[in-house]
């Protein structure tokens, strides 16, 4: 199992950003997928963005032009950029590792956007 363990949450006003970071106890090579997931009260946990080995990364629609996920290879760290920020952004967001077809997860970081 890959540990992971988040940074960066915190409160920010709407039209504000935030700077999410997952770091990976492996090689994030050796991961098939690593992506963002958020979860608000009372709403399941939802997909945010995801990157792939090679690079390829996906968008919920929600986020689509606000947040930006990148690599940072040489502290095998996933990164969540989010710009534009929204009351509706407010959730705990976790860090997720698909390898071999099992996941992994971070325990949480809580973003909240004040309106």
């Known amino acids: 199992q890959v540990q992971l363990v988040e940074s960066g949450g915190g409160l920010v006003q709407a039209g504000g950003s935030l700077r999410l970071s997952c770091a990976a106890s492996i090689n994030i090579f050796s991961i098939d997928a690593m992506g963002w997931y958020r979860q608000a009260p009372g709403k399941a946990r939802e997909l945010v963005a995801s990157i792939a080995t090679r690079g390829g990364t996906n968008y919920a629609d929600s986020v689509k032009g606000r947040f930006t996920i990148s690599r940072d290879i040489g502290k095998n760290t996933v990164i969540l950029r989010m710009n534009s920020l929204k009351p509706e952004d407010t959730a705990v967001y976790y860090c997720?590792?698909?390898?071999?077809?099992?996941?992994?997860w971070g325990k949480g970081t809580l973003v909240t956007v004040s309106s």
């Open positions: 997720n590792a698909n390898r071999l077809g099992m996941d992994s």
